[in-house]
């Protein structure tokens, strides 16, 4: 089992067609840790109070633009199998992230999915149920329904549980990431195909066939739909 952007509702097309530009952790961290500075840092007196504030709104969105950064970078790394430099970069992404924020928000959620998905992938299973859990926890700490980060919570909580043989857990997860992709884009999208698929492939695991292949054919029924426009 694996889980890329494709998996968690993402775009399956710019995932395989991004551009190859590898991140340089050390580079990113230095810029940051730059920018950060400059919003504790005294600014000089003679600097009015107007410049001051846009010096601190530009070190803002600069921090902001390298968390998105990272967060896109370690996402392609574990679609493309670099599983290794990902968890490093997972790592870094959660560092910046709560340095940044200092409370709970859909930025630390995100970065607390990802170096979830990077352990799922080395196959350190506690350290990724820890993650996930943390990230439910936040979210649940967050309020409101956020069906996008349900939809990446339930997928990779349900895609775990199968992986470690707790199949009613898993099919209950990846029902319940079914039922808020539907609410995102409707029971018909591609995007919710993809989540009947990964249920089918669990029923598939655990021997239950009708189950599976019941599932495979509305998977296949939606995407004669899109291709036919229909």
Known sequence: HTMSNVEVGGDA???????????????????????????????????????????????????????????????????????????EGATRTLHFTQKLFMTNCEELIRSQMLLAR????????????EFFSLANWSLLKLGGVKEHLRVELHTGYGLLFIQQGRLDKGFFELSQSIYYQSVL???????????????????????????????FDTVLSIYLDVLLGT
């Open 13 to 87: 097309e710019s995932a395989a067609f991004a551009p190859i530009q590898s991140v340089d952790w050390n580079v990113l961290a230095s810029k940051f840790e730059e920018l950060h500075a400059t919003l504790s840092a005294p600014l000089a007196e003679i600097i009015s109070d107007v410049e001051r504030g846009r010096v601190r709104r530009n070190a803002e969105l600069g921090l902001h633009a390298i968390i998105e950064l990272a967060q896109a970078e370690v996402s392609r790394l574990l679609t493309v199998g670099d599983y290794e430099v990902a968890l």
């Open 118 to 129: 990077c352990y799922y992938h080395l196959n350190r299973l506690p350290k990724a149920e």
């Open 185 to 215: 884009k409707g029971p018909r999208d591609s995007s919710t195909a993809v989540q009947f698929y990964h249920l089918g492939q669990a029923f598939l695991q655990a021997h239950r066939s009708v189950e599976a292949h019941a599932l």
